[in-house]
């Protein structure tokens, strides 16, 4: 039996995140490698917003077992808002490599306009294969994303045993996960790009029922307030 309820969470704000938005259209190399790059105060006050809303989720709505990206900024973001929900005993952690971030390979810690300025070849190659197909130097697709979810839901379906999973994560996954539940074919993949970005800290939440998944709510940020 799988899970009877998924509930999806990007992580906070990060230390790249702002360095990006702050960098706007200035070449900017990050030096953090992808894996280690942590929360700025924001995400932490995200984080723990998220974990506010965990706290008052009605019993049958809370989840019962916490599945989570490898990566530091994922990793804090739940330990964060675990702190906020005041949970005791904690719950089961598992730490899953299939839940990273997209990888950018080459293009890893380089913002839009220093990708433009190194690489001009490789975003042509990106707008003539279109965004969900192109794989980058080194990196991943999305339809790569999407390979590895489907392999993680196959196991988490044994696994769940009929309980509610919190799953935290990225972006890429997010939209992977929401492509995958719908049982999308591939040739439709490239319409998930239509509900990005998904946003830092956003809540997404799918229900089962009738032998398959319900989306109930897809990048919610209310319980963050006015942004």
Same mark, same amino acid.
């Given at each position: 039996?799988?899970p009877?309820?998924?509930i999806?969470?990007?992580?906070?704000?990060?230390?790249? $995140?702002?360095?990006?938005?702050?960098?706007?259209?200035?070449?900017l190399?990050?030096?953090? +490698?992808?894996?280690?790059v942590?929360?700025?105060?924001?995400?932490?006050?995200?984080?723990?917003?998220?974990g506010?809303?965990?706290?008052? =989720?009605?019993?049958? &709505?809370a989840?019962?077992l916490?599945?989570c990206?490898?990566?530091?900024?994922?990793?804090d973001?739940?330990?964060?808002a675990q702190r906020?929900?005041?949970?005791?005993?904690a719950?089961?952690?598992?730490? %899953?490599?299939r839940l /990273? %971030?997209?990888?950018?390979?080459t293009?890893?810690?380089? $913002?839009?306009?220093?990708?433009?300025?190194?690489?001009?070849?490789?975003?042509?190659?990106?707008e003539? &294969? +279109?965004?969900?197909?192109? /794989?980058?130097?080194?990196g991943e697709s999305l339809?790569?994303?999407v390979a590895?979810?489907?392999?993680?839901?196959a196991? =988490?379906?044994? /696994?769940?045993?009929?309980?509610r999973?919190l799953i935290?994560?990225h972006?890429?996954?997010?939209?992977?996960? /929401?492509?995958?539940?719908?049982g999308?074919?591939?040739?439709?993949?490239?319409?998930?790009? &239509?509900?990005?970005?998904?946003? $830092?800290?956003?809540?997404?939440?799918?229900r089962?029922?009738?032998?398959?998944?319900?989306?109930?709510?897809f990048? %919610?940020?209310?319980?963050?307030?006015?942004?």
């Amino acid at each position: 039996m799988g899970p009877n309820h998924i509930i999806a969470v990007r992580h906070g704000e990060s230390a790249a $995140n702002r360095a990006f938005r702050l960098a706007g259209t200035t070449p900017l190399v990050y030096q953090p +490698g992808d894996d280690e790059v942590t929360l700025t105060e924001l995400g932490r006050t995200q984080a723990a917003a998220l974990g506010r809303l965990l706290a008052a =989720l009605p019993a049958g &709505e809370a989840p019962e077992l916490v599945w989570c990206s490898p990566y530091r900024r994922a990793l804090d973001t739940w330990r964060v808002a675990q702190r906020a929900w005041g949970i005791d005993p904690a719950l089961p952690v598992t730490v %899953d490599g299939r839940l /990273r %971030d997209q990888e950018a390979g080459t293009f890893a810690r380089l $913002n839009l306009a220093a990708i433009k300025e190194r690489f001009p070849a490789e975003l042509a190659r990106r707008e003539a &294969e +279109g965004a969900y197909a192109y /794989r980058p130097p080194g990196g991943e697709s999305l339809g790569d994303v999407v390979a590895r979810l489907r392999l993680l839901l196959a196991d =988490l379906g044994g /696994r769940a045993d009929g309980r509610r999973v919190l799953i935290v994560a990225h972006d890429s996954v997010v939209l992977g996960l /929401r492509h995958v539940i719908a049982g999308s074919p591939d040739a439709d993949l490239a319409a998930v790009l &239509e509900h990005a970005p998904v946003l $830092n800290a956003s809540v997404s939440v799918w229900r089962a029922g009738g032998g398959r998944f319900e989306l109930v709510r897809f990048n %919610d940020v209310t319980h963050l307030g006015a942004r």
